[in-house]
């Protein structure tokens, strides 16, 4: 049985037009991601679209896509403007947005326009993130486990508690 792309049948009913493989052909040579022009197709979904046009062998699109602009960016670029550096655990509460968006915008944009200024301390090293081009900072060796075992250790051996006051309820 051949696949047939064009026209309906009782077989594919969502089968796509000639007019609709013309215009993914004509919007797919462009520089604009596929979200912007999908409202030309309103019967089909973003992976309908990617979909059909892999199975066209279209060739492989090199469009970003940050290409009109990003809102994401633009309210972490204001953030890290007007403060020091910040982790994106930071970026996040301050903008409300996933933490794990802001890393992925970060991380695209990271040679060009930030880069990793320093590490948090404690146990979990979170990249501090810089407005601007720089060398990034290098990341601290972890701690050993012999290290992370000493300072257990000297952690349970600061607390004490006053046994005469045990009859006292924890809160």
């Known amino acids: ?11 594919r009913p969502n089968a796509w037009s000639g007019d609709e493989l013309a215009l993914l052909r004509r919007h797919w040579s462009g520089a604009l991601p ?3 022009w999908r409202h030309e197709l309103p019967a089909r979904t ?19 896509p940050n290409v009109m602009g990003s809102m994401t960016w633009n309210v972490i670029r204001r953030i890290l403007c007007r403060s020091s550096p910040l982790s994106c655990r930071e970026l996040a509460e301050l903008t409300g947005l996933s933490r794990n968006y802001i890393g992925v915008e970060l991380r695209a944009r990271c040679p060009a326009d930030v880069h990793i200024a320093g590490y948090t301390t404690g146990r979990h090293k979170e ?8 060398r990034d900072a290098e990341k601290p060796a972890a701690l050993s486990k012999a290290e ?6 000297a952690r349970r051996r600061s607390i004490r508690r006053d046994i005469s006051a045990s009859w006292i309820p924890s809160q």
């Open 1 to 11: 049985m051949k696949y047939t792309l064009e026209g309906n049948s009782s077989n």
């Open 34 to 36: 596929v979200r912007m």
């Open 46 to 64: 973003e992976t309908a679209i990617l979909s059909m046009a892999n199975f066209l062998d279209l060739p492989r699109r090199t469009v970003r």
């Open 127 to 134: 990249a501090l993130w810089k407005l601007g081009r720089g």
């Open 148 to 153: 992370v075992a000493r300072r257990h250790r």
